[in-house]
T-cell receptor
Framework: GNSVTQMEGPVTLSEEAFLTINCTYTATGYPSLFWYVQYPGEGLQLLLKATKADDKGSNKGFEATYRKETTSFHLEKGSVQVSDSAVYFCALRGPNDYKLSFGAGTTVTVRA | SAVISQKPSRDICQRGTSLTIQCQVDSQVTMMFWYRQQPGQSLTLIATANQGSEATYESGFVIDKFPISRPNLTFSTLTVSNMSPEDSSIYLC?????????????FGEGSRLTVL
């Protein structure tokens, strides 16, 4: 079945530091890949997505590239801000499916 | 983007009681789902809410414990029955806007239940 393995946290960074959260997946065929973010006290929001190999999703300075060869979708941001403090979830949806499989989530705290 | 309204947003419940969570979507919906997020954990799919018929439950979840209704395209309810402290979680309604396998999945802000 489909599964997502996400780097465990928590991760604590200083402002302007580089952030990477690793995500690898197991799936048959060509899934769609997503990063969701959950800010403190808020609901889950889609951060970015990629639907085919070599696609790069980007939003709010975050990027992730769909790597078929390494079955990965790592999230990166070059210079984080305090406002980026949140829980980040990697997720996958199979090619002929409508359900999402989520990773465990990574809590990121950015200190001023 | 879509707006998904859930209520209640939070509640404190007594052991053995039941609570119904409502979910309303403001856009044309293809699919609706209910997820559970236990404290400090990821999201687990409870079931797919099917319009006008019984929900499709994932392994480990049963209709008697989590009855779900979806009387029309944009509205669904989840009941958490005979609650115990282990049911303390955030329950999230979600909906696919657009085609089932390509549309974006939106989430409500969740209903945080605490069972004493």
């Amino acid at each position: 079945g489909n599964s997502v393995t996400q780097m465990e946290g928590p991760v604590t960074l200083s402002e302007e530091a580089f952030l990477t959260i690793n995500c690898t997946y197991t799936a048959t065929g060509y899934p769609s890949l997503f990063w969701y973010v959950q800010y403190p006290g808020e609901g889950l929001q889609l951060l970015l997505k990629a639907t085919k190999a070599d696609d790069k999703g980007s939003n709010k300075g975050f990027e992730a590239t769909y790597r078929k060869e390494t079955t990965s979708f790592h999230l990166e941001k070059g210079s984080v801000q305090v406002s980026d403090s949140a829980v980040y979830f990697c997720a996958l949806r199979g090619p002929n499916d409508y359900k999402l499989s989520f990773g465990a989530g990574t809590t990121v705290t950015v200190r001023a | 983007s879509a707006v998904i309204s859930q209520k209640p947003s939070r509640d404190i419940c007594q052991r053995g009681t039941s609570l119904t969570i409502q979910c309303q979507v403001d856009s044309q919906v293809t699919m609706m789902f209910w997820y559970r997020q236990q404290p400090g954990q990821s999201l687990t799919l409870i079931a797919t809410a099917n319009q006008g018929s019984e929900a499709t439950y994932e392994s480990g979840f049963v209709i008697d414990k989590f009855p779900i209704s979806r009387p029309n395209l944009t509205f669904s309810t989840l009941t958490v029955s005979n609650m115990s402290p282990e049911d303390s979680s955030i329950y999230l309604c979600s909906a696919v806007i657009g085609q089932s396998n390509t549309g974006e999945l939106f989430f409500g802000e969740g209903s945080r239940l605490t069972v004493l």
